[in-house]
Structure formats: C-alpha cells, structure tokens
C-alpha cells in the first residue's frame, strides 16, 4: 500500500505538475488526525506521523517515541486517498491561478464551450474556463459553440468554485496585443504604440511611431499589400482599423486623426486642448464620420477636443453676428430716445405710458391707436402723433 501512494504522487507530480511535496505535507498532516483517532493520547501529547519519501513507510510518532497502532493501516489508506483527491483539487485551482495570473494583460486561445445567458463560457485549452462577460463582447460578433476563440486576459479572480478568469474581446488592448502578435517592429520595440481609440466591433484608430527614423511605423504596420493589418482585421471580424502617425506636434496629429478628411484650416489652444477645425463643405461628413464616430474617436485618440466647422457655416455665423449686432445697436438707440424725447409727453404723460406698460419708444411703435388712448391723458390725435413719431424714431414701418 505505500509503494501505491508513492506511485500515486509520483503520477500526479508528472501529470497535473503538482509537487510531491507539497502532497506528502498534505498527507501527513491529514494521517496525524487520523491517528489521534486510533491512539489513546492525551492533550498534551504531540503526535507526528512521516512518510518516507523513498519506500513509501508511515511512521508515527508520540511524543517523538515510535508507536504501531494496529487499526492504522486501513484507516491511514483511506485518509491518504481523501487528501490526495481533494489537494488534487485545491493545487489544481492554485497552479491555474498562478498560470492564469501571469498572462492577465495577454491574448489567450480556446474554444466556444457553452453559452450562460448572453455570457460565454471559454473553454482554455483544457486547462481552465475563461469568462466572457457580454459587456466584454463585440456587438457585431456571434459565435456558435465550438467556435475556435482568441480574448483578451483582464483578470483572474479566486472563487471558491476555482478562478475565474474574465476574459475581453471589446477592449483597447485586445487591438494592442494582436498588434504586437503580427507586427515583429511593435514586438521587437522598434514602433511604438503610442495611444488607441476603440469602438468595438465598429472602428479603431491606433496611434504608431519609429525609434528608427529608417522604418516607416505606418508601413510596418500595413505591411505588404495590407497583409498584416488585414490578420487582425478578419481576427477583428471585419473592425475598420485606421492606423495614424503620432507626432508632437498637434496640428499634425490631429491632422492624421481626422483622415480622410482633408483640413483647410486649424486653431490649436495646447493651454485647454482644443482645436477648432476648418473644413470645406464636401468634407465635413467624412471629418465627422457616421454618427460622430471619426471626430469622436480622433478626439479620444489624440487628447484633444476638437470642434469642426466648414467655411458656410463661418459665413452663416458672421451674418447672424452682425445682424445680432445690429439688433443691438438698434436697442441702444431705443434706450437712449426715451419716452420724454417724444413731442408733447411730460414727465406726468411719461409715467402713464409706463403704467400702461408702453415702457419705451420702441412699444409705442408698434402699439395700435386704440391701445394708446385708452392711456390716461392721450387723446386720439395725440396718440396717432405719438405713434407717427415713434416710429420714425425706430424705423418702424
């Protein structure tokens, strides 16, 4: 029987990758109870059970005197077999912790392995179940059970059931990862990632930039014929990925953010972050894109909030500041004719009016002649006066 749970652990050490020691610690501590069971000891007494790692014999010990409890036998056969089933468990769920644990931030591989409402339960290579939440989950993207599966590690929680492993295909650093998967340059360092917007499903715009001034990062990333973009966008179930170039300088960066919009005029405030973008009527669609998705995305993208405007619009916005400009010139005017200015009306007459609620020239104007004489003090030729005065005074037709 000892040679048995040697061999046991011997197995389980080469298959699960489960220590042999840690299995025999496991094993003595459990077989120490098991012979408290069978001994007549006190609480006093301390009792020791060993197993010998290269015969297999159990040892034990009270008070560090050697005992043979003839009971032992059966009883330590069927506790060893407990303890190794369920340390099996519990170091299986600790190796795919630590496992799991150190690819957070990493692309991992599995398959479609069942569906839980609208959640997906992935299964890891045999290895573990990852958890893909549907917050987590592409809208465009349906998969079927079965389906091979690449998501990204965002975190590996202990559960008691096991770990949990939440996995992610939405977010930004999914697009990160297969980047540095298909472009050896990003791998190697030699282009750099520099910022990534991402609308899942829907349009991604990745900022790169060249330590070497020889390799193009743009062009490193496209590849040959677009090859290596084109991996992760079918990776990406068809996600349009618009690859710009970073530079320090903003007008430039936004520039390419806003592509393929062509530009005509900027405002750039570096205090505040914002820029305010001039464009020609036929590009303003493409500047701001379906929905507001290019300006949004180029605006997360580069830092900056960024209004665009086309040159009609500019027009527009003079003409009605000048109107409105003129309006107000035309109230000063108002405000500085008082209702005194006007022929005939004293201080008495001036404070009727505006009892009446005719508070300026401008309301007299547009008053009719059986509203003014019903004012105390104005008659109807006075009032038609009024009336032809004040609007002279305003250009009231």
Request: charged share 30%; net charge positive.
């Amino acid at each position: 029987m000892n040679q048995e749970i040697l061999a046991v652990l011997e197995h389980i050490e080469r298959e699960r990758g489960i220590k042999k020691d840690i299995l025999i610690s496991a094993v003595e501590l459990a077989l120490v109870s098991a012979a408290k069971k069978v001994i007549d000891v006190g609480p006093e007494q301390e009792v020791k059970v060993q197993l010998d790692k290269t015969n297999g014999q159990i040892r034990v010990f009270v008070d560090n005197k050697e005992v043979n409890p003839p009971e032992f036998g059966r009883i330590a056969a069927q506790t060893a077999k407990q303890i190794i089933i369920q340390k099996i468990r519990e170091a299986e769920k600790e190796v795919i912790f630590t496992d799991f644990q150190g690819k957070v931030g990493e692309i991992v591989s599995g398959s479609v392995y069942r569906f839980e409402k609208k959640n997906i339960i992935v299964d890891l290579l045999g290895k573990a179940e990852g958890f893909l939440p549907y917050s987590e989950q592409c809208p465009v993207e349906n998969f079927k059970q079965g389906d091979r599966i690449k998501a990204f590690c965002l975190d590996v929680k202990k559960e008691p059931r096991g770990p949990q492993i939440i996995l992610s295909r939405a977010h930004p650093n999914m697009v990160r990862k297969l980047f540095e998967i298909e472009i050896p340059e990003i791998y190697e360092g030699i282009v750099e990632i520099k910022s990534i917007a991402r609308e899942p499903g829907e349009r991604t715009k990745i900022a790169v930039w060249s330590k070497d001034e020889r390799v193009d990062c743009v062009g490193a990333c496209v590849g040959m014929r677009g090859a290596r973009v084109k991996n992760i966008v079918g990776e990406l179930h068809n996600e349009k990925i618009d690859i710009v170039r970073y530079s320090d300088e903003p007008r430039d960066y936004i520039s390419g953010a806003l592509s393929p919009a062509k530009i005509s005029e900027m405002k750039i405030d570096k205090v505040n972050k914002a820029a305010e973008i001039i464009v020609d009527d036929d590009q303003l669609s493409l500047a701001i894109g379906k929905r507001g998705q290019n300006v949004r995305l180029a605006s997360r993208l580069t830092g900056y909030t960024i209004n665009i405007r086309t040159k009609t619009m500019l027009k527009e916005a003079a003409a009605a500041g000048e109107a409105k400009q003129a309006q107000e010139e035309e109230g000063k005017e108002e405000v500085k004719a008082g209702l005194s200015d006007l022929s005939g009306v004293g201080a008495k007459t001036a404070e009727n009016l505006k009892d009446a609620g005719f508070k300026d020239i401008g309301a007299i104007a547009r008053a009719s002649l059986e509203d003014l004489v019903k004012v105390k003090g104005i008659g109807a030729k006075t009032a038609a006066k009024l009336i032809k005065q004040a609007k002279k005074i305003t250009g009231e037709k």
